[in-house]
């Protein structure tokens, strides 16, 4: 599983950051940013099928568990390896990593649920298909006016 | 105490973290990170367990022997330079990658990732909104 | 440990999204969504999400408080309530009942605001209003002229239903961020939106069409508009004729305004008002969305009727996916103004000069001598307190010292009364110049029920108890009245509410029992059998004739313009991260942390010319005062004109007094300034 994001949706209002701070204990997995002035986007773990922060984390703190990559804080020592391992950069070490867990042991990620703009989905069809149906119905009417 | 092997530890904290004493003291300036191992009397070698790289040792105690200390010069990110992490852990990041990847990445800073991150994925969006605008 | 999860409607904006607050050990631990919910359907901006983080702050007023020389004396509920009693009953024997004056509050509860109002009726005094004043009193004015009936005609998810959405003076992306999840589902069944604001935002960024206006403009704009649509033949005559009043007179009133006489007003190009005409004009249904854009001028009432005409013309109205929706600022500001929290109407809109509105209440509230309105609308006490006209007043959970225009004469007007009462959550800037505090409950502190901008009225339960000895609004306003000899006898909310079933036409089937159910329910609701009204005007108006009115307005430019010495235009509005005056989100640490200072955007090109680079902190000065602001520089706002977010206290140090000659709104939305580099 993981998050994908409609663009075109997004406002900016920051209240996946928000929520996301709000049940991880003050520390959020979620950083927007603006480009531009004119989109902006929420970053985050993509749960990569072949995990580069799982595959730098020598103390197995970081591993794959079907589709999610997970996270054991337990094991987790905080040197840092992943956050350099992360090509987003969505992966932070304070002391300790701290990084999506896909709000585990909730219906659904938070920042899904809370987005005003319903802009989040943990399922891609669904956005991809919100997609095609508004290009096919814009090129219906001969283009956006 | 804990003997270090400079040639090994490539500065990434691990062991200053996990230590129940707070024993393993770091400085980190704009340039450089700096670990110190303090003279240590405890039966504990926490550090040394979770070393990823295997370079601590626990060895008796030796009053005359100098506190071990490792400094690490931060390397410069590509795009923004700013210094930002030992350059012995971002090779140790380069090796361990999937072979299917590129690895030119790890050596621009995770603000840099983030904001090229966002340049990607809004193009095309940033610019159908400047066309409107024109 | 159990937790329990209690059912709360959201304290900041108007949308009225609804979560369950959950409580443990009598804490407000976290929130839970609620995915049924109407609006949000279980979503919430940031706001809402940090919205615990006020139940148990630090700085919450915990104690009632009277000033001393050298600062604040916690003291007794008892002795509290005496030196109200004392304060108030002294400026009404010396002076007579209307030199006090009471200011309700748009973010206390239905139940809260009838009381406060007859509270004041009841002592006397005509002056009692709320700070819909500075939101929306054009809407209340303008809208009740012209389609008899002051609040969004449809409900937020309708927008979903709409084919072509006109947003004009509203950055709700931002204000009122859930209900872009509707606009964009609009969106992808093909509408098109127009966005009209001074400054590119967030909402801009969801439009087809955007008219990027000067400050000011909004007649001018929708007169050309209108002109192109009348040209055209894009009007619905049949609409015309049957339903509405007045079309003759403002065809002759378009009938010069041509697009390109708009566009050199407006400063937009005369061939995007032409296509936003059509748009509008030839969609099989179009929706108008407005908010302080709008409102905040001294054209406001002539705004708000330029809305409705459009609507009217077109026949886009009564009907799912039209209508004219004025997105309203605070949780309750629609129904303080239901309950009648406003100097023109008593409750359920009844006009106040009407005698026929004093013999009514005068039986209902067994009281002889009601006062004829309309008294002093909230800006207008101020004037009346600096001038010696009003000697005491009762502020309810309201800011004037920050959310006013020109706000350093505020305060100094607050000082010179003789008696001043404060009842908030925190120690706001108003409640610094009080001779006594009384420390009140936030909303998830009490029960009651508030009204959202759809109108829909629904019950919000209480999760945890006040911080110290706080009390409910409720309970307080009960207090004070007794102390003033009153017979305010009121156990609980639900016994106020039935009060309002009784007395308020609009609310008479609302009641406690069927508020428990999931929704809430939308007014007017006349009988307990009645499903409420989502949408208004289906079948006609509530006027003369049943017939909505079109009514010529005519361009006027803004009170301030530049001039050599103010060469800019600030106008001013709100930020995702941060409501109103801020007394809330400036505490709250998630949210100041991500928006911590006042700034002030201008266009590089302008800033360039001052030597003002991005970051530099900035003076802005206007005749009224000058603030410091970090200037952030942006290709979203014109060249000339400037904005700051009104959240932090410089801001309304800067802006003008001019108001609107009816609704009384002053115009936040366009000052003369200059600005420097600080060095």
Known sequence: MAFYVDITRCIGCRSCEVACERVHGGRGHVQVHFVEDSASVPLFCHHCEEASCAAACFSGALFKEDTRTAFDVEKCTGCGLCSLACPFGVVWTDKIAHKCDLCDGRPEPTCVATCPADALSTDLDHLSRRARSRGARAAAQGGRR | MIRVDPRLCIGCLSCSNVCPSQNILRTETAEERRIRWKRCREECDLCVELCPTEALTLVPIDESAPEPEVSFPLAGCRICGRRYAPEPMLRRVEAALPKSQTSEWVWDCPACRRRAEAERTTAETVAARRRRRV | MTKVLVPTICPYCGAGCGFFVAVERERAVGIEQMPYHPVGEGALCSKGNAS??????????????????????????????????????????????????????????????????????????????????????????????????????????????????????????????????????????????????????????????????????????????????????????????????????FEGSVGEFTPEMAAEITGVPAEDIIRAARAYASSPASMILYSMGITQHTTGTDNVQAVSNLALITGHIGRAGTGVMPLRGQNNVQGACDMGALVEFYPGYRRADDPGTIDLFSTAWEAPALPTGPGLTATEMIGAAASGDIRAMYIVGEDPANSDPSSL???????????????????????????????????????????????????????????????????????????????????????????????????????????????????????????????????????????????????????????????????????????????????????????????????????????????????????????????????????????????????????????????????????????????
């Open chain 3, 52 to 249: 615990l983080e006020i139940l148990h702050h630090q700085e919450r007023l915990t104690s009632p408080l009277k000033r001393k020389d050298d600062g604040w004396a916690k003291i007794s509920w008892d002795e509290a309530v005496g030196l109200v009693a004392r304060g108030i009953g002294e400026a009404m024997r010396d002076y007579g009942p209307e030199k006090i004056a009471l200011l309700a509050s748009s973010k206390c509860t239905n139940e809260e605001n009838y009381l406060i109002q007859k509270l004041a009726r009841l002592l006397g005094t005509p002056h009692i209003d709320n700070c819909a004043r500075l939101c929306h009193a054009p809407s209340v004015v303008g809208l009740n002229r012209t389609l008899g009936a002051a609040g969004m005609t449809n409900p937020i998810p309708d927008i979903a239903n709409s084919r072509c959405i006109f947003i004009i003076g509203s950055n709700l992306a931002e204000n009122h961020p859930v209900v872009s999840r509707w606009i964009h589902r609009a969106k992808d069944a093909g509408a098109v939106v127009i966005v009209a604001d001074p400054r590119a935002t967030p909402t801009s960024w969801m439009a087809d069409i955007f008219l990027q206006l000067s400050p000011g403009t909004d007649v001018a704009l929708l007169k050309g508009i209108a002109h192109q649509i009348v040209k055209e033949g894009l009007i619905d005559r049949g609409y015309i004729a049957e339903r509405t009043r007045g079309f003759e007179e």
């Open chain 3, 409 to 679: 004469s505020v305060k100094r007007a607050l000082e010179g009364l003789d008696f001043l009462v404060v009842q908030d959550i925190f120690m706001t800037a108003t409640a610094l110049v009080a001779d006594v505090v009384l420390p009140a409950a936030a909303w998830a502190e009490k029960e009651g029920s508030f009204t959202n901008t759809e109108r829909r009225v629904q019950w919000s339960s209480k999760a945890v108890e006040p911080p110290g000895s706080a009390l409910p609004d409720l309970e307080i306003i009960c207090l004070v009245a007794r102390s003033l000899g009153l017979d305010f006898d009121y156990p609980d909310a639900a016994s106020v509410l039935a009060e309002i079933n009784r007395t308020v036409p609009q609310y008479a089937g609302i009641t406690r029992e069927r508020l428990g159910k999931e929704g809430g329910l939308v007014w007017p609701c006349p009988s307990c059998d009645h499903p409420g009204t989502p949408i208004l005007h289906s079948s006609g108006f509530r006027l003369a004739d049943g017939r909505g009115s079109i009514v010529p307005v005519h361009y006027r430019p803004a009170a301030e313009g530049e001039s050599l010495e103010y060469p800019f235009l600030l106008t001013t509005g709100r930020i995702a991260l941060h409501h109103n005056a801020g007394s809330m989100t400036r505490r709250s640490p998630s949210l100041i942390g991500r928006a911590p200072d006042l700034f002030v955007e201008i266009n590089p090109a302008d800033a360039e010319k001052l030597g003002i680079d991005d970051g530099d902190l900035v003076a802005v000065s206007t005749e009224r005062g000058e603030t410091e602001a970090a200037a952030r520089l942006t290709e979203g706002i014109k060249r000339g004109v400037v904005f700051m977010p009104f959240h932090f206290p410089g801001t309304n140090i800067l802006t003008t007094e001019a108001a609107d000659p009816e609704a009384r709104i002053p115009e936040f939305k366009v000052s003369a300034c200059r600005i420097a580099r600080r060095d």
